[in-house]
């Protein structure tokens, strides 16, 4: 299906992105008024509930539009991908790593969940050392 809005062609696959982007924009709202809660500790709760809840999302939009044929993939992208995804990308590992574990796939869902854990910190650390090098 091709449609031109104001001159421009827009195709299938472009109206995939474009789901994806509303979804991200909202799910970035959402995590941004989450942030926005006034809680005093130094432990992370803001983010450790923003994650747990985008696990849940996540989940629940897995296990809703699994058997249902009557449910876009534009839709399922909006949710999924789009407001997960901008609400936290926690909820993509968690559900990527349970796929895993779930399959049976056990050393392959614990090297994935060690790896993503230790070289994302790495990661972290890395990014910090090289922006210290960095003169801008």
Known sequence: ???????????????????????GALGAMARYAISLIPVKTGFPMLTLITNIAGAILIGFIVGFTSNKDNISENTVLFWKTGVCGGFTTFSTFSLEAFNLLDNKQYTSGGLYIVLSV??????????????SVVKL
């Open 1 to 23: 299906m091709e449609i031109i809005l104001l001159g421009i062609k827009i195709t299938e696959k472009s109206m995939s992105f474009l789901f994806v982007a509303l979804g």
């Open 118 to 131: 230790v070289c994302c910190i790495l990661g972290i650390l890395c990014g910090k050392k090289l922006a």
